[in-house]
């Protein structure tokens, strides 16, 4: 047992609701890219970042926009050559999505993020590379972690001149009531240990979840938009005075943009509308209503607030001219673009000396794995200059307005369509040829069949990720999991050994002779058959095949699987992880008795942090300062002692916490663990218990980087602190009941058999463990009997197990007996035959 604990720093123990304790299990290419959507992204330059699903923060280095082409479509480009960009650095940011990233005061070096797991971050990021065994890592610098939200963090903004060098304030905005803060950063960095940083103030009146948030360069004007469709404006100087409420939206406002002063705003929401307010006259000065077809997700406007460019659920990304009231398809994505960023730098150096209007370079953040980098030439319309005057923020809006008339182009062909048509001709088929989609092709093309020519913009840089887990599935004996990614990849991951044991290729887009058109279904076409049913039906066909190779199994639940992060996660609770059990020897202990058993959470929970348990004994025993950190000499002392316990190991006296040593470490080159967990409760505190709960992020761990402090023992889960230590008091495994009797003579079977005749061995029932094999059920016959066995007759030869007529496999347990032959809820009832290979009893 480890004498854990008694650091001056532990926290109070015990908590009334046991804490579930989570895992990550990751592809070794992992660091390479993301793996699932990417949710947001800041640009320029050549310096990108990006946050993911897969709770990253990643930096890329682009290629150089010097390569641009000079005509309106980037001659000398096509998709084929869009470069790619080259991985920095990855951080470990956030357990959970990372959903919203921005930098502070317009300083790349410094970054705030808000994430699922309701915490609010500031880094700074690395001017230079660092590399630990030949691996890019690290690129971001944890400042502070600020907890106050009770859900998920949806966005943060900061303004753009606020502050600098790290200081200046921001703000974020998440689900539930009153749920948009305003924070400052000097004040965060600054915070003690162990204290936790209070935002300046908490704007009053949001009564619902916020899904939209921005602020003037100033910040002095903060807006959100909601799930109810209202749009709320405050004054960040007067946090607690009531908001103005703008209402218009049919839906959740997905996103918000401020001018620099303030004084307009632009929001896009999912009734498909993009909508321009006036913030001094509290009023929708334009909407756009039929540019996108779908939800918008993302928008972002340029210097002037001259055009935007807007990105929906469905993909396609598309120019609004303010003025002129007019729109393009710029391109289309694989999936919802989740946030568009113009990338002005880029924009400069390509539009210096070219007579063009305007380049316009922008990068989205996408649903489908994928970021990146698309560039088109604007080319100036001579019909009308005065038309494409910059329109300047603070001009009036009366003369705005008479700018903002349709105005005529002297390129009818150009794809440009009118913002306000109506819903009868959607954007799509008015650029396109309208008409919708027919079976014939020809004039008729819709969505679906636009040609590589619609789109204005190319692409340019890419940023590629790695096809997230869509579909998971246990097999029954509860160490494997079957996972299946978006492009139709499978692989089998064994939990226990924290790898993938077998992989199978993933599936092509034309496969069994389907053409591409086949494979990508449309309506009306009953013969096509789409990429996804196919994924799935092979998913279902591969892990059905599994099942019949594993043969009849039943071995309880004991973790819980899920792949909300792109990857697959292991979650394990106090209530669940204890209940299956194995015997040491079919697990590979060849030394072990034939009784011993092991505890599969126990045992997964040792072999993730058996480096941490070893160095956290030596740190309780005295290698620590006076402050409580361990010394420097701590992973010498670790090792010492394992060379000395490794000596006197027997699993056969293994208690039911200890460690058996049956699942090995994982390598720290295929395998990096990742914990995460809920913080630990904090003591009662009866002055604040009117304002409500305080709100606590998920905590986050690297497991390959804990040094077995005090720290890391108080925010771990007690219970799995205890396993760790090996005095965890492991409840008693499920227990099965079964008759036994002799087996009846074969035609007279049914009707002994539904009597419950038959020569019995034993008065009553007998109780085992649930995994008790058929094999050992065999001995007891033989012991029962005192049945005399030569050497070389093995007691499944000897005795035959029957249940319901159906001899049963020796190596199946009570527990696949009950639910794949008894199939009842009353107690299982066996008989045995003895065969002929037996002796006659001893002593006759």
Not at 41 to 46: E, H, L, M, P
Not at 160 to 167: I, L
Not at 288 to 293: A, Q, V, Y
Not at 676 to 682: H, K, M, R, S, T
Request: hydrophobic share 40%; glycine share 10%.
């Amino acid at each position: 047992m480890y004498p854990f604990g008694g650091g001056s720093r532990a926290a109070p123990r015990r908590p009334a609701r046991p804490r579930v304790f989570s895992f990550a299990l990751r592809e070794p290419s992992f660091e390479d890219r993301h793996v699932g959507g990417v949710n947001a992204i800041v640009a320029r330059g050549d310096v990108v970042l990006t946050g993911g699903r897969d709770g990253t923060i990643r930096e890329w280095v682009a290629p150089g926009v010097s390569t641009l082409g000079c005509s309106s479509r980037l001659e000398g480009t096509s998709e084929a050559s869009a470069s790619s960009a080259n991985a920095r650095s990855f951080t470990a940011a956030h357990a959970g999505w990372v959903n919203a990233l921005t930098p502070l005061a317009g300083d790349l070096n410094v970054l705030v993020s808000g994430g699922a797991d309701r915490a609010v971050k500031l880094w700074r990021r690395d001017a230079e590379e660092t590399e630990t065994n030949d691996k890019k890592v690290g690129g971001l610098t944890l400042v502070s972690t600020l907890e106050r939200h009770a859900d998920y963090v949806t966005r943060v903004a900061a303004p753009e001149t606020n502050g600098g060098a790290g200081g200046g304030v921001f703000v974020s905005a998440g689900l539930g009531q009153d749920q948009v803060f305003l924070w400052d950063a000097e004040t965060a960095s600054s915070n003690k240990q162990g204290v936790a940083a209070q935002p300046l103030a908490r704007f009053g009146g949001q009564t619902d979840s916020a899904y939209a948030l921005a602020t003037d360069a100033a910040g002095a004007v903060v807006v959100t938009g909601d799930n109810k469709g209202v749009v709320r404006r405050w004054d960040a100087r007067a946090p607690h005075e009531r908001a103005t409420r703008l209402v218009g939206h049919a839906g959740t406002v997905r996103c918000a943009s401020v001018d620099p002063t303030g004084r307009l705003c632009l929001t896009g929401s999912s009734d498909g509308a993009v909508r321009l307010w006036d913030l001094g006259a509290n009023r929708c000065v334009q909407t756009f209503s039929n540019t996108h077809g779908c939800s918008v997700w993302s928008a972002a406007p340029d210097a002037s607030w001259r055009s935007v460019v807007s990105g929906g659920a469905d993909g396609a990304v598309y120019v609004t001219d303010l003025a002129k009231r007019r729109s393009r398809l710029l391109f289309r994505e694989a999936g919802g673009v989740i946030d568009l960023r113009r990338d002005e730098e880029a924009t400069k150096a390509s539009s210096t000396g070219s007579g063009f209007d305007e380049v316009l370079t922008v990068w989205a953040a996408t649903s489908a794995s994928d970021a990146a980098r698309w560039s088109a030439r604007l080319a100036r319309d001579d019909a009308s200059d005065r038309e494409h005057e910059p329109v300047s923020p603070g001009s009036s809006l009366r003369a705005r307005a008479e700018r903002m008339s349709l105005g005529s182009s002297s390129r009818k062909d150009s794809g440009w369509f009118a913002a306000g048509t109506s819903p009868g001709m959607s954007p799509a088929r008015r650029s396109f040829g309208g008409g919708g989609w027919s079976p014939g092709g020809g004039a008729g093309r819709g969505i679906d069949e636009r040609r590589e020519d619609d789109a204005l913009a190319l692409r340019t840089a890419v940023i590629a990720g790695a096809p997230p887990a869509v579909a998971h599935a246990q097999l029954p004996d509860r160490r494997r999991v079957l996972a299946r990614d978006a492009a139709g990849g499978m692989a089998l991951w064994d939990v226990t050994a924290f790898k993938v044991v077998r992989r199978w290729p993933r599936l092509s887009v034309s496969e069994d002779g389907a053409s591409a058109e086949a494979s990508t279904s449309r309506e009306g076409n009953a013969s096509a058959v789409s990429f996804e049913a196919r994924s799935a039906a092979r998913f279902e066909t591969t892990l059905e095949a599994l099942k019949n190779e594993l043969g009849p199994v039943s071995v309880p639940s004991w973790f819980a699987a899920d792949n909300r992060s792109g990857s697959l996660a292991v979650t394990l609770s106090p209530s669940g992880a204890f209940q299956a059990e194995g015997y040491a020897r079919e697990l590979g202990a060849r030394d072990a008795s034939d009784e011993t058993k092991v505890n599969f959470g126990v045992q997964t929970l040792h072999a993730l942090l058996r480096k941490w348990a070893k160095k956290r004994r030596v740190a309780s025993n005295g290698a620590r300062d006076p402050n409580g950190d361990v010394g420097e000499d701590v992973d010498v002392l670790v090792s010492d002692e394992s060379k000395r316990n490794e000596k006197t190991f027997d699993v056969d006296k293994c208690g039911p916490c200890d460690d058996a040593r049956l699942f090995a470490t994982p390598n720290a080159n295929d395998f990096s663990p990742t914990f995460f967990f809920e913080p630990p409760e904090l003591p009662y505190d009866p002055t604040s218990a009117a304002a409500g709960p305080p709100g606590r992020a998920v905590v986050l761990m690297d497991g390959s980087s804990m040094l077995g402090t005090d720290v890391e023992e108080a925010l771990l889960p007690e219970w799995v602190v205890d396993v760790a230590a090996e005095r965890y008091k492991v409840p008693d495994a499920p227990k099965a009941s079964f008759y036994i009797a002799e087996h009846p003579e074969e035609e007279g079977r049914e009707s002994a058999l539904a009597s419950g005749k038959g020569t019995a061995i034993t008065s009553g029932k007998v109780t085992a463990p649930r995994v008790l094999s058929v094999r050992k059920v065999c001995s007891y016959v033989v012991a029962k009997l005192g049945l005399d066995l030569s050497d070389d007759v093995a007691v499944e030869d000897a005795v035959e197990i029957f249940c319901d007529g159906k001899k049963l496999d020796p190596s199946w347990s009570l527990a696949t007996v009950r639910e794949h032959v008894w199939r009842r809820g009353d107690d299982l009832r066996v008989t045995f035959r003895v065969t002929e290979a037996v002796a006659k009893p001893a002593g006759e």
